[in-house]
């Protein structure tokens, strides 16, 4: 049988080496702050060349509780309803970046969000909720569903299309993506689609895969443990469906979804196991396993073709889901 590591690309091993030999201390080690700061820093190195769009808008949406959340609008034509409201409405995909709902921000994923417009050709807002510990568990889960009854709302006025809208996210994004789709089904708001990067779905730490990859992959568990002892207010917290959404009681309705995970990463098989679960409750599942990376392998384009192949194929889904 392969060892765990011997499952990675030659290019996942290159990425792994040149980080061990960077020798930067862990985030699990910093204190929050310090644990963004380095993130940022880092969080280009090895992303693609920063697509250029013709319209990029930074706004803010108002929380529930008043607290005006960051928010950015990419928009991938130079006719779009910014500067032609002749041109029509487009659709529009909400994201939520990752970072273990402690780290991470608009910025760490602006090449992201650019990449996912302009492969679609749908527009795209990338939003700031608020971060942990400062906020704890469900305050970000709260601040994306508050942003996604907005948009859906206020569309028009930012040139999109409400009755065409995606949610989406990686990691902790992904998490809040998957629990917005549940809610938007019991509200009666239809999305065309939910776009998942390797989210977390499961309540515990405790699948085979949090065992094969817990040390070495980019996300370790020691990581994970550090990123949840941050946001949840205590360990009941874990078993609500908001934060696990494999507990939700059922997932009947929901949009249909595009889930890309990573081979070598903790969150694999609780990623799998969603997808099963939403398969077996009658949803419409595209399900990509990318063979030998790791978590966070989408921000890696420069140099991890997969990082690239899982950015069409997401591209892709988009386009089918809104008909472009």
Request: proline share 7%; with cysteine.
């Amino acid at each position: 049988m392969r060892t765990p590591l011997t499952l990675l690309t030659p290019a996942m091993q290159d990425v792994l080496s040149r980080m061990a030999r960077a020798g930067r201390p862990s985030l699990e080690t910093l204190a929050p702050e310090q644990a963004r700061a380095a993130y940022e820093a880092g969080a280009g190195v090895l992303e693609i060349p920063k697509p250029v769009l013709p319209h990029v808008k930074d706004f803010q949406i108002p929380a529930r509780d008043g607290h005006l959340l960051d928010a950015r609008l990419y928009v991938p034509d130079a006719i779009s309803p910014i500067s032609s409201p002749s041109a029509g409405s487009l659709p529009v995909l909400l994201y939520f970046h990752g970072g273990g709902f402690t780290i991470g921000s608009i910025a760490t994923h602006d090449v992201l969000c650019r990449q996912l417009s302009h492969l679609s050709g749908c527009a795209v807002v990338s939003l700031d909720y608020r971060l942990a510990p400062e906020h704890k568990f469900p305050t970000a889960a709260n601040d994306a569903w508050d942003a996604l009854q907005w948009l859906a709302a206020h569309a028009p006025a930012l040139g999109l299309d409400g009755a065409r809208m995606a949610v989406g996210g990686d990691s902790a994004g992904g998490t809040l993506a998957a629990m917005c789709a549940i809610l938007a089904r019991d509200a009666g708001l239809e999305l065309m689609l939910q776009l998942l990067f390797y989210p977390g779905c499961a309540a515990h730490q405790n699948t085979a895969s949090h065992q094969r990859f817990a040390q070495g992959f980019v996300l370790s568990e020691a990581q994970i443990t550090w990123f949840f002892s941050q946001y949840l207010r205590s360990p009941a917290d874990r078993d609500d469906w908001r934060f696990a959404p494999l507990n939700a009681p059922d997932v009947d309705g929901v949009a249909p979804v595009w889930v890309g995970l990573a081979e070598c990463d903790p969150l694999v098989d609780e990623g799998v196991m969603y997808a099963d679960k939403l398969r077996a409750a009658g949803a419409t599942v595209d399900l990509e396993i990318y063979r030998g990376v790791t978590h966070e392998f989408i921000k890696m384009g420069r140099v991890i073709p997969e990082a690239r192949q899982a950015h069409s194929d997401a591209a892709r889904a988009l386009r089918l889901a809104f008909n472009l």
